[in-house]
């Protein structure tokens, strides 16, 4: 098992273009979920996905877009990037009724 | 709501050494409590968790926690430190089994000194 991959690893983009993180998970989990880690605040919810097509919102969901196709892929979409969403990106999964997710190894996201 | 409180954002200890990461936690109901590791320039790992039962928790790599629910605590703790336990470590709650809204904590990076 690959486990959660995540691509791309590095990504600069210039304010106003959008973009998206890709996620991927093979493990069959029904739960995804999108965090963005910012130095002193732990990581926060952006949003999260209990199957596929079904979506919900996190704790800091503006600016951010995500649909769930199919099991194994949550993208993530940047509609029109700002200086304030540089960060890490993380994915995350886990089977329904148990807390433990598994983490992706991140995209760091710089914008200029 | 649920909130995590993580003392002190580095710490710093000598190779051998006992580690003591402090985690505080509030909740309304009866939490579920959880311990991940984040080594440079990767993802997280969960290293133990605190569901019911046993408030004595053990992990991988040497690592317990004891939930003390008098004091809202859960502290990360490993007797004797060594230098491949230098990371970042995020104490994290969530209200139930399945919850999706793990809080976490702002991180404590720890620094192992030879």
């Known amino acids: 098992n690959a486990g959660v991959t995540q691509t791309p690893k590095f990504q600069v983009l210039k304010t106003g273009q959008s973009m998206t993180l890709q996620c991927a998970q093979d493990m069959n989990h029904e739960y995804m979920s999108w965090y963005r880690q910012d130095p002193g605040m732990g990581l926060r919810l952006i949003h999260y996905?209990?199957?596929?097509?079904?979506?919900d919102q996190g704790e800091v969901p503006n600016g951010y877009n995500v649909s769930r196709s199919t099991t194994e892929d949550f993208p993530l979409r940047l509609l029109s990037a700002a200086p304030s969403q540089t960060s890490v990106y993380f994915c995350?999964?886990?089977?329904?009724?148990?807390?433990?997710?598994?983490f992706g190894p991140g995209t760091r996201l710089t914008v200029l | 709501a649920q909130s995590v409180t993580q003392l002190g954002s580095h710490v710093s200890v000598s190779e051998g050494a006992l580690v003591l990461l402090r985690c505080n936690y509030s909740s309304s109901v009866p939490p579920y409590l959880f311990w991940y590791v984040q080594y440079p320039n990767q993802g997280l790992q969960l290293l133990l968790k605190y569901t019911t039962g046993a408030t004595l928790v053990k992990g991988i790599n040497g690592f317990e926690a004891e939930f003390k629910k008098s004091e809202t605590s859960f502290h990360l703790t490993k007797p004797s430190a060594h230098m491949s336990d230098a990371a970042e470590y995020f104490c994290a709650v969530s209200r139930y089994q399945g919850a999706q809204k793990l809080v976490f904590g702002q991180g404590t990076r720890l620094t192992i000194n030879p």
């Open positions: 995350a999964s886990r089977y329904r009724g148990y807390n433990e997710q598994f």
């Open positions: 996905s209990v199957g596929a097509g079904i979506t």
